[in-house]
């Protein structure tokens, strides 16, 4: 499925670096989000550009999957890439892998009806692999993987998050 020799190399190499320079694997990470038509955004990372929207039920023009999509997709594809991972470091081999994740949603608390908060009321995922490794092995590097992705510890651990606003005057507010 994967090239399990070059993720193993991979994961070898920077494990070897982060133990030698523990600063190489601290940092800051930045990804520029533009509102450029009614609700749709254009989101930019790298050489990456992308689009995310709401439906028009929502009063948007439905141009791209929506925040709750790339929530889910986040958890889900960080899951999968970290088998991957953790399979090719185990030498497990994986002929197919799933991951579906659902997410249970009270829309309420978007539209500020009292006695309702915005976001999931509760997530889950499951988990489909096809591999000729043993139950027990599976089990055990579904259990490393977990354990260490970083997407699934945000989602687990409350932190801090901070706001800054520019405000720019225009012609208009004068």
Not at 23 to 29: D, E, I, L, W
Not at 41 to 70: L, R, S
Not at 102 to 118: K, L, Q, S, W
Request: aromatic share 6%.
């Amino acid at each position: 499925m994967a090239d399990s020799k070059k993720i193993k190399e991979a994961f070898d190499r920077n494990v070897k670096l982060l133990n030698i320079k523990p600063s190489k694997g601290q940092y800051t990470t930045s990804t520029k989000i533009r509102l450029k038509n009614g609700t749709a955004c254009e989101i930019e990372h790298k050489h990456w550009k992308f689009t995310a929207d709401v439906g028009e039920q929502q009063g948007g023009n439905d141009e791209g999957p929506g925040p709750g999509i790339f929530y889910r997709a986040s958890l889900g594809s960080c899951l999968a890439i970290g088998y991957a991972i953790w399979a090719a470091k185990m030498d497990i081999q994986i002929d197919h892998l799933e991951v579906d994740v659902e997410a249970d949603v009270d829309a309420r608390g978007n539209f500020g009806i009292e006695n309702a908060t915005p976001g999931y009321t509760g997530m889950r995922y499951t988990v489909t692999i096809e591999s000729p490794a043993s139950d027990v092995e599976i089990n055990k590097m579904i259990k490393a993987a977990d354990d260490h992705s970083p997407i699934l510890a945000n989602f687990k651990k409350p932190m801090n998050i901070d706001r800054t606003i520019n405000i720019i005057e225009n012609d208009a507010k004068r």
